[in-house]
């Protein structure tokens, strides 16, 4: 059995991460509505995925005891359960809205930059790093690029790269293959689940509860 002080940490960080999605998410659907009344329209029809707070809290919840209980009280479960704790907070928002806010993925890549310099003992974060982080970045906005001339709407949203990169710069170059495929295969599971129940599928799908579920599941293993 692990220590019930676990629980009772877990319990009210899933509570404050709902709170703090909820009201993101409240002023996202705000932004969106604003531009849906200035006549701005979406360049593409976008599939959301519906995640309850209920969902967020025990996600959040569960992750934090089990980082606690494999790493201990110390800086670096701090860390992880703060970087879990984003992830799940921007899949919450993401697949609510569509969007990722630069605040959050922002926040992340920040926080990611600084767990870089605590890791290097010359505290400064390592030259092949930064490069993958900024390769994650570029990659996607590229593809993207060429996608929206060809064919006239979004492929990858700035979003998705920009949590891309910071992924890259949390868990290392080492992660991102396996982060990447990983969150391709949740994608298409889930784009076959979907297509079995609804005849007329949406043109793009948010990534970042993808991202968040692989990302999280690098952690509770790997870490």
Same mark, same amino acid.
């Given at each position: 059995?692990?220590?019930?002080?676990?629980?009772?940490?877990?319990?009210?960080?899933?509570?404050?991460?709902? $709170?703090?999605?909820?009201?993101?998410?409240? @002023?996202?659907?705000?932004?969106?509505?604003?531009?849906?009344?200035?006549?701005?329209?979406?360049?593409?029809?976008?599939?959301?995925?519906?995640?309850?707070?209920?969902?967020?809290?025990?996600?959040?919840?569960?992750?934090?005891?089990?980082?606690?209980?494999?790493?201990?009280?110390?800086?670096?479960?701090?860390?992880?359960?703060?970087?879990?704790?984003?992830?799940?907070?921007?899949?919450?928002?993401?697949?609510?809205?569509?969007?990722?806010?630069?605040?959050?993925?922002?926040?992340?890549?920040?926080?990611?930059?600084?767990?870089?310099?605590?890791?290097?003992?010359?505290?400064?974060?390592?030259?092949?790093?930064?490069?993958?982080?900024?390769?994650?970045?570029?990659?996607?906005?590229?593809?993207?690029?060429?996608? @929206? @001339?060809?064919?006239?709407?979004?492929?990858?949203?700035?979003?998705?790269? &920009?949590?891309?990169?910071?992924?890259?710069?949390?868990?290392?170059?080492?992660?991102?293959?396996?982060?990447?495929? &990983?969150? $391709?295969?949740?994608?298409?599971?889930?784009?076959?689940? @979907?297509?079995?129940?609804?005849?007329?599928?949406?043109?793009?799908?948010?990534?970042?509860?993808?991202?968040?579920?692989?990302?999280?599941?690098?952690?509770?293993?790997?870490?």
């Amino acid at each position: 059995m692990y220590p019930l002080w676990i629980v009772l940490i877990a319990i009210p960080v899933g509570i404050l991460a709902f $709170l703090a999605a909820t009201a993101s998410v409240r @002023r996202v659907e705000w932004l969106l509505d604003q531009e849906r009344a200035h006549g701005v329209a979406e360049s593409a029809e976008v599939g959301r995925i519906e995640l309850p707070g209920q969902v967020l809290i025990a996600l959040v919840s569960v992750s934090v005891y089990v980082l606690l209980a494999r790493l201990g009280a110390g800086f670096e479960a701090l860390a992880c359960i703060t970087a879990s704790t984003l992830l799940w907070i921007m899949a919450f928002v993401d697949g609510r809205t569509a969007i990722l806010p630069d605040s959050m993925t922002g926040s992340f890549l920040w926080l990611a930059l600084l767990w870089q310099i605590h890791q290097n003992p010359e505290h400064i974060p390592s030259m092949e790093t930064c490069l993958a982080s900024l390769g994650a970045f570029l990659v996607p906005v590229m593809v993207n690029a060429v996608y @929206r @001339r060809c064919r006239r709407i979004d492929a990858v949203g700035l979003g998705d790269a &920009k949590l891309l990169a910071g992924l890259v710069m949390w868990f290392g170059p080492s992660a991102l293959g396996w982060i990447l495929v &990983k969150s $391709l295969r949740w994608c298409l599971l889930y784009t076959v689940g @979907r297509s079995m129940v609804e005849e007329r599928m949406p043109v793009a799908l948010p990534m970042g509860p993808f991202f968040a579920v692989s990302a999280n599941i690098w952690m509770l293993t790997y870490v």
